[in-house]
Every structure is written in structure tokens, then in C-alpha cells.
């Protein structure tokens, strides 16, 4: 696969625990914000989205927590699978533009049995 | 991958030719764009499409063109590759104008020789 995590910070955890990965964002004028899964070889897919007006979203096995404050963003996993492994990125948007999202750098997620 | 194809796939060119990669999608999505891959720096917009024959450039636009002559096509053009241009390049597409989440392509690997 496409060679984009070799210098990424990476997470390792243990089948069945939970997982959290942090983001920092740039922007305070950013409204909306992105979690993207990447696995190797494939492109960024999309896993839960956020919104200014909110402080938590829940998902499928997924939480995004939002401070403003600190212009902290963050994706908690539960019980964290092998299939969970790859690079995740966090993104975010100023409304009103043409949705020209701002990624991180990303971070691997390793799954260990 | 959300009805989007991108071909090549893979190309090894050498330096100082020019390149045409393509972005097809099946989705009637207005919004197209053209990212770029590197090691340690996520995904950077290259340019973006908000309708047919309206493009805009974005953060990394030097040494690349782009078309949209239909809905369905946007072409990414390197009027004369450099090995700085190495990377691996995925087009997305969105719904909307505003904060809406962007699906990804699978990606093109280039190499510039």
C-alpha cells in the first residue's frame, strides 16, 4: 500500500480495549470537523462528522468529543478490533466556504491480539 | 468508495513530461477536488471544482492544472512533472457547498523519475 504513515505517531492497544486519538485543530472560526479511517492501499473513509454546536457525537462503536476551548478534538473507539487497525485523520471546515476541508497529519492506530 | 474511480492507478513517469490523471464519479456530485498524499503531512488540496468549468485553487496549486468539462470528470494535469510531484493523489467528491462530509477516491500512486 501507499507508503503515507512512515512518520506518523502511533497508538497501540490491545484487542478489546478502548482507543483514543487526539487531534488539535487549527482554525477557533472552524465549525465542522471530520474523523477519516485510512487503510493501507485504499482511500480516506469517512467515520463520524461533528458540528460546532455540539460537544459529543456517538456513532457505531465511535465517540467524537469537541472542546472548543482548547481547540481539542477527540475519537474514542470501544472495544477496538483487529479490523480497527489503520491511519486516522482528523479534518475541519469553516462553513460558507466550498467545504475545503483542512486535514491532520493523522495517526496509526495499531490493534494488537 | 462512494461510485468514484480514478485512473491510473499507478504510473512511473520521468521528469519534465507532462501527466493527465482522472477523477470519474457516478454520484451527480457538483463538488470535486484533488488532494495530495505525503508522508507526515496528511492530505493537501490542490484544487477544487464547484461546478462545470468553475475550478478554484487551493493550498498546493503550483505545477498543476485542472479541468471539468462534465459532471462526472474532473482531470488533474502536470503540465511537467517533478520528482517533488511524487506522491500518491485521491480525488473526493461532496453533496453540498457547505460543511458535508467529502468521499474519497482509491487513489493514484505517481512517481516522477
Known amino acids: 500500500g501507499e507508503s503515507v504513515g512512515l512518520h506518523l505517531p502511533t497508538l497501540s492497544v490491545q484487542e478489546g480495549d478502548n482507543s483514543i486519538i487526539n487531534c488539535a485543530y487549527s482554525n477557533s472560526a472552524s465549525d465542522y470537523f471530520i474523523w477519516y479511517k485510512q487503510e493501507s492501499g485504499k482511500g480516506p473513509q469517512f467515520i463520524i462528522d461533528i458540528r460546532s454546536n455540539m460537544d459529543k457525537r456517538q456513532g457505531q462503536r465511535v465517540t467524537v468529543l469537541l472542546n472548543k476551548t482548547v481547540k481539542h478534538l477527540s475519537l474514542q473507539i470501544a472495544a477496538t478490533q483487529p479490523g480497527d487497525s489503520a491511519v486516522y485523520f482528523c479534518a475541519e471546515n469553516i462553513t460558507g466556504g466550498y467545504n475545503k476541508l483542512i486535514f491532520g497529519a493523522g495517526t496509526r492506530l495499531a490493534v494488537h491480539p | 468508495d462512494a461510485g468514484i474511480t480514478q485512473s491510473p492507478r499507478h504510473k512511473v513517469t520521468e521528469t519534465g513530461t507532462p501527466v493527465t490523471l482522472r477523477c470519474h464519479q457516478t454520484?451527480?456530485?457538483?463538488?470535486m477536488y484533488w488532494y495530495r498524499q505525503d508522508p507526515g503531512h496528511g492530505l493537501r488540496l490542490i484544487h477544487y471544482?464547484?461546478?462545470?468549468?468553475?475550478?478554484d485553487k487551493g493550498e498546493v496549486s503550483d505545477g498543476y492544472s485542472v479541468s471539468r468539462s462534465k459532471t462526472e470528470d474532473f482531470l488533474l494535469t502536470l503540465e511537467s512533472a517533478t520528482s517533488s510531484q511524487t506522491s500518491v493523489y485521491f480525488c473526493?467528491?461532496?453533496?453540498?457547498?457547505?460543511?458535508?462530509?467529502?468521499?474519497f477516491g482509491p487513489g493514484t500512486r505517481l512517481t516522477v523519475l
Open positions: 471544482s464547484y461546478g462545470v468549468k468553475d475550478t
Open positions: 473526493a467528491i461532496s453533496e453540498s457547498r457547505g460543511s458535508d462530509e467529502q468521499f
Open positions: 454520484e451527480n456530485h457538483r463538488y
